[in-house]
């Protein structure tokens, strides 16, 4: 039978939309080690901004278009700044026949002046694409744009970190937790938010697959880990995780792979999944 302060702590969990799937789940929420960070959309409101768009040749309205092109199927936090911009300035685009979405590097769609690119460096110069060298574009978000391997600009964006992450991430720090940001993003653009939190170790440049390798690695080490991602491209971490955490305004396929769901994007609720797992661990004992 399921312990009395298992369904008493899950209980009480489940009223302040903190939803553990399971009596393992919690006990092992209250034996953590480390908690693996998302960026976009988990320390980030997941609301980017533009912040500046330059076209290679051509005008910023047309670079825009091509993008909106192949982003407006897109349920990305990018794909949806960049559509609604280009909305707002009333551009005219077609949506792109074949988009393919490859996940945490961008789109590829087959468009009538030829094969389109939308996404970040790394992605855009494996398919051999010369991108100018540029310092301007150090720590911001970077979305590329090229059609077949003529390389038409850059758009950058700037999503806000969560006003209540950085006193979050201190308490757990307090816990005695180590911390880890694993994104796709720049690793400069990882650097950059870091600056502001008590992270142990900050990862940029990484694939899905290579964000759930990082963790099973952790894990090889021994450490109990947490992912928490607000889903996307982040479905292998959180399933390689002990426990996968899911912040509502995720996608299905978050919730499915989740063990734990906080029914608010507010950080400030994992922080209390934590507590009252630790609490419950000490009563069924
Ligand atoms: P995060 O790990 O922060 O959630 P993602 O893995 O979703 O970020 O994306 C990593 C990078 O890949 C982005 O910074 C961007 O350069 C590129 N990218 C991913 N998806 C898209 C998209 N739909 N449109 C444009 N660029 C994208
Ligand atoms: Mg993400």
């Known amino acids: 039978a399921t312990p009395m302060a298992v369904l008493v702590a899950t209980g009480a969990a489940a009223r302040r939309g903190i939803l553990f799937r399971g009596g393992d789940i919690l006990e092992m929420t209250g034996r953590l080690t480390l908690v693996a960070f998302d960026k976009t959309g988990t320390l980030t409101l997941g609301r980017p901004r533009l912040t500046d768009v330059y076209p290679a040749h051509g005008s910023v309205d047309e670079l825009l278009a091509l993008a909106a092109q192949a982003e407006c199927g897109s349920s990305h936090p990018l794909a949806q700044a960049l559509v609604a911009e280009a909305r707002r300035r009333r551009l005219d685009f077609t949506p792109a026949q074949n988009v393919r979405t490859l996940p945490g590097r961008g789109l590829e769609a087959t468009t009538p002046q030829g094969s389109l690119r939308v996404g970040s460096e790394a992605f855009l110069r494996q398919a051999g694409i010369d991108i100018p060298p540029s310092t301007a574009l150090e720590g911001a978000t970077q979305v590329h744009v090229a059609l077949d391997a003529d390389y038409q600009g850059v758009i950058l964006l700037e999503d806000a970190l969560r006003p209540e992450a950085a006193a979050c991430l201190q308490q757990l720090h307090t816990l005695g ?21 008590p992270l142990s ?8 697959a290579d964000k759930a390798a990082w963790i099973t690695a952790a ?14 491209n982040d479905a292998p971490a959180l399933a390689a995780a002990q426990v996968g955490c899911a912040m509502v305004g995720g996608t299905d396929i978050a919730l499915e792979n989740s063990d734990l769901v906080l029914t608010r994007p507010d950080l400030g609720r994992l922080v209390e999944a934590l507590l009252l797992a630790r609490r419950a661990r000490i009563l069924i004992r």
């Open 177 to 197: 937790l180590s911390q880890a940001l694993l994104t796709g993003d720049s690793p400069q653009a990882a650097q950059r938010l870091a600056a502001k939190l």
């Open 201 to 208: 170790s900050v990862h940029g440049g990484l694939s899905p």
């Open 219 to 232: 894990r090889a080490e021994r450490e109990r880990v947490l992912m928490v991602g607000d889903g996307i």
